[in-house]
Nanobody
């Protein structure tokens, strides 16, 4: 079974940067498209970004376009989310997830990590 573990969250000031990592084990990650989702307190989980299994195509939510960059290193079985120009509204628990298809629909994702907290505050 594919297992996913996120890391890299923390407290950052507005305008700062963080890089989240999602390390996979159990199956080769290059079989899966990968997505990053987030859930803020009192809000539904939303899709932030996703990437094809090869890394050839990506998707970004409008709210993060131009600020976040998703990437993957299949040799290291790891997916990244580089987050720049962070805003307080980016505060959320961030989850990575794996799917056999390239989609932002979270019900298509079969495997999920436990999440990592990102807090943007001065």
């Amino acid at each position: 079974q594919l297992q996913l573990v996120e890391s890299g969250g923390g407290l950052v000031q507005p305008g700062g940067s963080l890089r989240l990592s999602c390390a996979a084990s159990g199956f080769p990650l290059d079989l899966y498209a990968m997505g990053w989702f987030r859930q803020a307190p009192g809000k539904e989980r939303e899709g932030v970004s996703c990437i094809t299994s090869s890394g050839s195509d990506t998707y970004y939510a409008d709210s993060v376009k131009g600020r976040f960059t998703i990437s993957r290193d299949n040799a290291k079985n790891t997916v990244y989310l580089q987050m720049n120009s962070l805003k307080p509204e980016d505060t959320a628990v961030y989850y990575c997830a794996a799917s056999l298809i390239f989609t932002v629909q979270e019900d298509e994702y079969d495997y999920w990590g436990q999440g990592t907290q990102v807090t943007v505050s001065s």
